[in-house]
């Protein structure tokens, strides 16, 4: 079975702290995603990663940065938190065109 | 901008009833379509996809594709109260980004569903 992991459930950060949200899969998928999901807003795509050490900004970029140094591993860098980042943070990984994957989702409260 | 676009709900639907799930969206060159369901605190996991117009079936769900109205539907049959969640419809497009072959999805906002007993 396919498994997508993510480091933390839930995590308590203060504004102006940088954070780091990981993401493993096992499945050897290229492609690897950072979403937010937000009440109202639904899911939004942060950024995107085709192979290792490349990466595409997808809809909300700011106030993020990404890092793929290896293929299983998908970082989320909040470089300063802001109270507007409190959000569901969810990775996901695919082959390209094949259905994709989500992890278990990062509950990320900015104080 | 691609927009996908969902009732928000919530629907409630009787148990043993059809739950019909709608969506539209704007991007003519989407290529495919994904149906996932989420529950309260949870991640989205995919029931669905369709390529092809027309319907598609598996189990109780059935997924119908409507291209030139650019329009997809999910009808879930029989309905439980352990369908009660929130549904996403999913389409991907068929742009391209540099290198190749990236292709997230873009996602409606979800419909809430809630079976009644």
């Known amino acids: 079975d396919v498994k997508v992991t993510q480091s933390s459930r839930y995590l308590v950060k203060r504004t102006g702290e940088k954070v780091f949200l990981e993401c493993v899969q096992d499945m050897d998928h290229e492609n690897m995603f950072w979403y937010r999901q937000d009440p109202g807003l639904g899911l939004r795509l942060i950024y995107f990663?085709?192979?290792?050490?490349?990466?595409e900004k997808g809809d909300i970029p700011e106030g993020y940065s990404v890092s793929r140094e290896k293929k299983e591993r998908f970082s989320l860098i909040l470089e300063s938190a802001s109270t507007n980042q409190t959000s569901m943070y969810l990775c996901?990984?695919?082959?390209?065109?094949?259905?994709?994957?989500f992890g278990p989702g990062t509950r990320l409260t900015v104080l | 901008q691609k927009e996908v676009e969902q009732n928000s709900g919530p629907l409630s639907v009787p148990e043993g009833a059809i739950a019909s799930l709608n969506c539209t969206y704007s991007d003519r060159g989407s290529q495919s379509f994904f149906w996932y369901r989420q529950y309260s605190g949870k991640s989205p996991e995919l029931i669905m996809f369709i390529y092809s117009n027309g319907d598609k079936e598996d189990g109780r769900f059935t997924a119908q594709l409507n291209k030139a109205s650019q329009y997809v539907s999910l009808l879930i049959r029989d309905s439980q109260p352990s369908d009660s969640a929130t549904y996403l419809c999913a389409v991907r497009g068929a742009f391209l980004y540099s290198g190749g072959g990236a292709d997230g999805l873009t996602f409606g906002k979800g419909t809430h569903l809630i079976i009644q007993p």
């Open positions: 990663s085709y192979d290792v050490k490349m990466k």
């Open positions: 996901a990984s695919s082959f390209p065109g094949i259905r994709g994957f």
